[in-house]
C-alpha cells in the first residue's frame, strides 16, 4: 500500500507560468512533508520542507500547501523557468521518530518550455 | 565539504556475482541510507543506520546486507546479484531534523 502518491507522472508547463505538483497522502500521522528536485544522472536534491501544523511555506518561486483534511499537498513554481525541468518527489516523514526515514512517492516529470 | 559520495558511478554484473557498493559521507551526521530506484517506483528504502554499528531493514532488503563500521561510511552488498536487482542506487545520511537527507549522485549497476 503506497502511503505517498503522485498521480501525475508528467507536467508540461510554459516558461513564465506557474507549475503545479500534486502529491496524496495515506497516513495522517506524517508530521512533515518534503520535496526533492532530481536532475537525470543526479541524486535528489531538498528543495523545500513544511511542517503537519503549517499549511504554507514559501521560499522564493517555490511554495508548498499542505492540506490536512484532504491529505494533499501541492507544490507551487512561479514563475516557471527551464532550469526547473527536473523530476520532482514528494517525500513525507515521521520526524519525531527516531529514524528520520523519509517515504517517497514515485514522481512528477517537469518539462518547462521555452 | 565532498558531501555523500558513492563508489562507483557504474557496474556491470553478471547474475550470481557478489559486490559491494561504497558510500562515503563528510557531514558528521548520525544516519545513513540505501535507496534504489526503478522506473515508476519512485525511492525505496533498502536498508538504513542510525548510528555507527548499527543497521535496519527498510522496505525491500531482501538480497542484500549492509555494515556501517565507521560511522562516515555505509556498506552496501550484494552476495549473488540478479537481474531484479538492476537498478540505480542512491545513498543519503542526515542528522534527526526536519530538513531532509542528503543523497549522493548514484550508482548505476545492470545485472544481465
Known amino acids: 500500500d503506497q502511503q505517498v502518491k503522485q498521480n501525475s507522472p508528467s507536467l508540461s508547463v510554459q516558461e513564465g507560468r506557474i507549475s503545479i505538483l500534486n502529491c496524496d497522502y495515506t497516513?495522517?500521522?506524517?508530521?512533515?512533508f518534503l520535496w526533492y528536485k532530481k536532475y537525470p544522472a543526479e541524486g535528489p536534491t531538498f528543495l523545500i520542507s513544511i511542517s503537519s501544523i503549517k499549511d504554507k511555506n514559501e521560499d522564493g518561486r517555490f511554495t508548498v500547501f499542505l492540506n490536512k483534511s484532504a491529505k494533499h499537498l501541492s507544490l507551487h513554481i512561479v514563475p516557471s523557468q527551464p532550469g526547473d525541468s527536473a523530476v520532482y518527489f514528494c517525500a513525507a516523514s515521521l520526524y519525531g521518530g527516531a529514524t528520520n526515514k523519509l517515504i517517497f512517492g514515485t514522481g512528477t516529470l517537469l518539462a518547462v518550455q521555452p | 565539504n565532498a558531501g555523500v559520495t558513492q563508489t562507483p558511478k557504474f557496474r556491470v554484473l553478471k547474475t550470481g556475482q557478489s559486490m559491494t557498493l561504497l558510500c562515503a559521507q563528510d557531514m558528521n551526521h548520525e544516519y545513513m541510507y540505501w535507496y534504489r530506484q526503478d522506473p515508476g517506483m519512485g525511492l525505496r528504502l533498502i536498508h538504513y543506520?542510525?548510528?555507527?554499528?548499527?543497521?535496519a531493514k527498510g522496505e525491500v532488503p531482501d538480497g542484500y546486507n549492509v555494515s556501517r563500521l565507521k560511522k562516515q561510511n555505509f556498506l552496501l552488498g550484494l552476495e549473488s546479484a540478479a537481474p531484479s536487482q538492476t537498478s540505480v542506487y542512491f545513498c543519503?545520511?542526515?542528522?534527526?531534523?526536519?530538513?531532509?537527507?542528503?543523497f549522493g549522485p548514484g550508482t548505476r549497476l545492470t545485472v544481465l
Open positions: 543506520s542510525v548510528g555507527e554499528g548499527t543497521t
Open positions: 497516513n495522517s500521522m506524517f508530521d512533515y
Open positions: 543519503a545520511s542526515s542528522n534527526s531534523s526536519p530538513f531532509g537527507q542528503f
